[in-house]
């Protein structure tokens, strides 16, 4: 295989799937989700690749049941108090981009806490989107950009360039995602990465999250080697 996609991102979609067919309650999916994230974050540390964003809950995820939410929020939690240790120790910083401002307050500062712990590890750049969207992230920066030019922070006699107006995205010093991956079939986006994602290869499989493999990981980093990216020029 050719150098590895610097920057992976995952949607990883199909955990409530997985539970209800095999007769399980919905959140049990979930935990079955989140013990793959863990086999995920060493196979990109194997393989090669530098940043991993995960797709964990959407702006529209707040519309599932109240029960459903309040497991997925205790679940994050739960993995963030005890494995941050093991983050640490594996010199993997972990990050957490979206509207952070509507977690639960308790999830909240597990979040801080982690983000803190981590962030002088310099190993895998573990990037995880919890009560993210796309569309949301643009609205958020294009509030932000504003606010500079009404304090006369920046000037407004033109538009941002990409390069200014990426500044005002959640993780600014995180590159653009090279290959994103989706399980469970879909061809959508489903609201992630909107602006990042201009250039990004796609991979998908009909293969549920909780049952992904490390088979399925390498065919992805494979078939993405092979890709001629352009950038919208051309080869000579």
Not at 185 to 202: D, I, M, Q, T
Request: proline content about 4%; some cysteine; glycine content about 8%.
């Amino acid at each position: 295989m050719k150098m590895p996609p610097r920057h992976v991102a995952i949607i990883m979609d199909g955990n409530g799937r997985w539970a209800v067919s095999r007769g399980k309650i919905r959140l049990e999916g979930h935990r079955a989700g989140a013990k793959k994230v863990l086999e995920v974050i060493d196979w990109c540390k194997e393989s090669g690749v530098e940043f991993l964003t995960l797709y964990a809950f959407s702006t529209e995820n707040w519309k599932r049941s109240a029960e459903e939410v309040d497991g997925l929020m205790k679940l994050m939690g739960l993995l963030l108090r005890t494995k941050v240790g093991l983050f640490v120790k594996s010199n993997v910083r972990v990050r957490v981009i979206g509207r952070k401002e509507d977690l639960p307050a308790p999830l909240q500062r597990q979040i801080a806490s982690a983000e803190k712990r981590t962030a002088q590890c310099d190993g895998l750049n573990l990037q995880v989107a919890v009560s993210y969207g796309g569309r949301a992230e643009i609205a958020d920066a294009v509030k932000r950009y504003a606010q500079d030019v009404l304090d006369g922070r920046v000037e407004a006699s033109t538009a941002p360039s990409d390069e200014v107006f990426r500044r005002y995205l959640y993780a600014p010093d995180v590159p653009d995602p090279d290959l994103i991956i989706r399980t469970s079939g879909e061809f959508r986006l489903s609201n992630f990465l909107l602006w990042e994602s201009a250039y990004s290869e796609f991979w998908k499989t009909g293969i549920l999250w909780p049952d992904f493999g490390k088979d399925e990981f390498e065919a992805a980093l494979e078939s993405f080697s092979g890709r001629e990216r352009r950038m919208g020029g051309r080869f000579k």
